[in-house]
Nanobody, 118 residues
Framework: VQLQASGGGLVQAGGSLRLSCAAS????????MAWYRQTPGNERELVAE???????DYADSVKGRFTISRDNAKNTVYLQMNSLKPEDTGTYYC?????????????WGQGTLVTVSS
């Protein structure tokens, strides 16, 4: 599985951005797709995830503002980010957990930088 993320950028507080992550390769085995974010000096933290069945989960800090969705036909996951705050600034990474040859694997996409100015 390969992941290609896009959609980061600079936005003012209160604005919106949409991140996209397109998966390719053995996508039929993908179980969970997620977005994580990381800031300098901190560990990568889960922002939102969606399962192959459509169940979603969010970090408390983004609930009500961010929406994760999945287009299975396009093998793409989106993160719609509204009411952005300066503390949402960070590098966002797409992640896929997938099953292949009976084992579970985890794949990271390249990061995309989101900067929210106050």
């Amino acid at each position: 599985v390969q992941l290609q993320a896009s959609g980061g950028g600079l936005v003012q507080a209160g604005g919106s951005l949409r991140l996209s992550c397109a998966a390719s390769g053995s996508t039929s085995g993908i179980v969970v797709m997620a977005w994580y974010r990381q800031t300098p000096g901190n560990e990568r933290e889960l922002v939102a995830e969606v399962t192959s069945g459509g169940s979603t989960d969010y970090a408390d800090s983004v609930k009500g503002r961010f929406t994760i969705s999945r287009d299975n036909a396009k093998n793409t996951v989106y993160l719609q980010m509204n009411s952005l705050k300066p503390e949402d600034t960070g590098t966002y990474y797409c992640n896929a957990q997938y099953r292949d040859y009976g084992a579970m694997f985890r794949k990271w996409g390249q990061g995309t930088l989101v900067t929210v100015s106050s």
